[in-house]
C-alpha cells in the first residue's frame, strides 16, 4: 500500500487560508495515526496569485498541482478584482486549473442532517430527509465555449458566449453519474433545456442511448427550469442529478441551500481515475476574511471526500464526517449555523472540535 501522498494546497482568497488551515490540521491527523505521510505543498491561485506574481494561475501552481496525488483549494474572488479584465479576474485560475487538470466530473452532496433540519430556510418536512448528489460537467459548455464582445452596425456593444458540447463530453460525465446512481437509490435524473437548446437535445439523445448500458439505474430528464422548482417544492424525490457546467453550477448552489447553509457543501473535481480536486461549495465571503468566524467544516467534508475518492481511505474519510456530525449534534454552531440561542464559535474553534472528535474516532479505528 502507498505510504507518501503529496497534496497540493491552494488556500485561494478572503476566507480560503483560514478554512483551508482547519482542514489541512484534519489530514495531518489522519496521516499520523495511519501511519502515512501527506506531504503538503502550497500554492498560490485566483486574486492572491494576481496579486503576487501578475496571473490567477500562475505556472508554478499548476506544476504543483500537477505533481500531486490531490489538490485542495480553498476560495477564489472578490470584490478586488471585479473590474479586472476577464484573463486577469480569479475565477480564471478557477476555470484554468480545471481544465489543465482534466477535472471533467464535480460531484456536489447535498444531505439533510437531522440536527439541522432546522436551519434550512424551507420547512422541516420539505427537507428532512433530503440527500442529492449534483454531478455536474466540468471542463465544457458556455464556461469553456469562444466569448467575443463586438460593435453591431448601429454602434451598439453585444457580446457573445458560445456553448458547446460533443458526444464524448457528455457520454464520459453521464457515465459517471450512472456508476454513482447505481450505488444510490438507482435513480438518476438528467437536466438539459431540450425544449430550446440543440446541446441539450445531444446530450438527452446521448443519455438514452448509454442509459441501455445501465438497465439497473432509473433514467428520467427533466428541465432546468422545472428542476429549480421540484428542488424546492419536492427535493426529497431527487437521489442523482447530472447536468452541464451552467445548470450545474446554479442548481448545486440550489441544493446547497435546502440543507441550511452553504457553509456545509463539501465538492469534488475528478479527472480520470484517481486524481481530484477539493473545495468546498461557498465562495470566498470577502466581508468576513480576517475575523476568524467562518465555518469551516465544508472545507474538512471536503478533505474527507479527498480521502476517500483519491486515497481510498473510505474508514478514515466516514470518521471525518461522522466526528463533523458529532460536533453538530453536541450543539456547537458556527454564526451560519447559529440559532441566536447559544455562542457561534470562530473558525479554528470549530475546527478543534472537530479534531478532538476526529481522535477519539480514529482512536476506536485503530
Known amino acids: 500500500m502507498k505510504t507518501t501522498y503529496t497534496i497540493a494546497v491552494l488556500p485561494g482568497d478572503g476566507i480560503g487560508p483560514e478554512i483551508v488551515a482547519e482542514a ?45 496525488d490531490a489538490v485542495l483549494l480553498g476560495a477564489v474572488g472578490g470584490p478586488k478584482w471585479d473590474q479586472n479584465p476577464g484573463h486577469l479576474r480569479p475565477e480564471a485560475g478557477l476555470l484554468g486549473i480545471r481544465k489543465a487538470l482534466g477535472l471533467f466530473a464535480n460531484l456536489r452532496p447535498a444531505t439533510m442532517h ?7 430556510s424551507l420547512k422541516p418536512e420539505v427537507v428532512a430527509g433530503v440527500d ?31 456553448l458547446v458540447y460533443n458526444e464524448d463530453e457528455i457520454e464520459r460525465i453521464l457515465r459517471v453519474s450512472f456508476e454513482i ?16 437548446l ?19 439505474v432509473a433514467l428520467s430528464h427533466m428541465l432546468v427550469d422545472s428542476c429549480a422548482m421540484q428542488l424546492v417544492r419536492a427535493p426529497k424525490q431527487f437521489d442523482v442529478i447530472v447536468t ?22 463539501a465538492s469534488a473535481s475528478l479527472a480520470e481515475g484517481s486524481f481530484g480536486l477539493y473545495e468546498p461549495v461557498h465562495g470566498s465571503a470577502p466581508d468576513i476574511a480576517g475575523k476568524g468566524i467562518a465555518n469551516p467544516l465544508a472545507t474538512i ?21 461522522q466526528s463533523v456530525w458529532a460536533v453538530l449534534e453536541a450543539g456547537h454552531r458556527t454564526g ?31
Open 244 to 265: 452541464e457546467n451552467m445548470f450545474g453550477d446554479i442548481l448545486s448552489d440550489q441544493a446547497a441551500m435546502l440543507t441550511g447553509s452553504i457553509g456545509m457543501l
Open 198 to 216: 440543440e446541446s441539450s437535445r445531444l446530450w438527452r439523445k446521448v443519455a438514452d442511448r448509454i442509459s441501455a448500458d445501465y438497465p439497473d
Open 114 to 120: 437531522p440536527v439541522l433540519v432546522e436551519a434550512s
Open 301 to 321: 467534508l471536503s478533505a474527507a471526500m479527498l480521502l476517500r475518492h483519491s486515497f481510498g481511505m473510505e474508514t478514515e474519510a466516514t470518521a471525518v464526517e
Open 181 to 196: 446512481a447505481r450505488n444510490r437509490k438507482k435513480q438518476l435524473v438528467s437536466v438539459d433545456k431540450a425544449n430550446v
Open 336 to 366: 451560519d449555523l447559529a440559532d441566536g440561542t447559544g455562542k457561534a464559535l470562530g473558525t479554528v474553534e470549530m475546527g478543534q472540535l472537530v479534531l478532538d472528535e476526529l481522535s477519539k474516532q480514529l482512536a476506536n479505528i485503530s
Open 132 to 162: 442529492i448528489m449534483v454531478v455536474r460537467e466540468l471542463t465544457g459548455g458556455i464556461y469553456f465555449g469562444e466569448k467575443k464582445r463586438y460593435t453591431t452596425d448601429d454602434g451598439k456593444e453585444a457580446a457573445v458566449d458560445q
Open 24 to 68: 489541512v490540521k484534519v489530514l495531518s491527523l489522519v496521516a499520523e495515526r495511519k501511519g502515512v505521510t501527506f506531504n503538503i505543498v502550497h500554492g498560490r491561485i485566483g486574486g492572491a496569485a494576481i496579486d503576487e506574481d501578475g496571473t490567477p494561475l500562475p505556472d508554478e501552481t499548476l506544476r504543483i498541482a500537477k505533481a500531486a
